[in-house]
């Protein structure tokens, strides 16, 4: 019987920047809490912007705002956070709910 070998399971190097950024999300995320805002972490500039969530999704195109709006509906259930991270060499915008323990 031949034996199966694991895949190696890529990283995701933006949640690994989310995941040691959680006590500054967390801090910046209370500061603003009764607005259930969204936050960016800006990867150039290495900051944490704090956004009311319609005025970000007005800053997207449609597409992106429909997402958003799911995940910020479901975030809003789940008490989680919606965070993204900019990384403005690679072109990228990426999201994600993280939980406010």
Request: net charge neutral.
């Amino acid at each position: 019987m031949a034996r199966r070998t694991k895949q190696p399971v890529s990283r995701d190097p933006y949640w690994e920047v989310v995941q040691s950024l959680m006590q500054d999300i967390l801090y910046c995320y209370e500061q603003y809490r009764e607005k259930k805002p969204v936050l960016l972490f800006d990867m150039q500039e290495n900051r944490i912007y704090v956004y009311p969530y319609l005025e970000f999704k007005n800053d997207l195109s449609e597409r992106s705002q429909r997402s958003l709006q799911e995940q910020y509906e479901q975030a809003i259930i789940d008490d989680k956070i919606v965070v993204f991270v900019r990384d403005n060499d690679a072109k990228k915008l990426v999201s994600y709910s993280v939980c406010r323990e």
